[in-house]
């Protein structure tokens, strides 16, 4: 087990926060970015974090949405499209 100093995890906590907005690109300056990646590459236990959202995000998005009606397949398409 790795253990975290409660400095450090403060730190953890701000990227997992944006940690969505990451993920679909949006409301993110480059510089914020930049800080994310670097600290994904740099702590293991947000990595991991990111690596599973990133999986069930992808998931989302190759769900084969054909049985919903076309309304909410648009609405769906543009949640993860917010590019
Ligand atoms: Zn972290």
Avoid at 58 to 72: E, N, V
Wanted: glycine share 2%; proline share 7%; with cysteine.
């Amino acid at each position: 087990m790795i253990s975290i100093d409660p400095k450090h995890w403060r730190v953890c906590e701000g990227i997992l926060d944006r940690l969505h907005e990451f993920l679909n690109r949006r409301e993110l300056t480059p510089a914020d970015e930049e800080e994310i990646r670097q600290h994904l590459k740099a702590c293991p236990p947000c990595g991991d974090r990111f690596e599973f959202e990133e999986l069930l995000l992808d998931r989302l998005r190759k769900a084969d949405p054909c049985r919903c009606p076309d309304s909410l397949r648009a609405r769906v398409q543009a949640l993860l499209n917010l590019e």
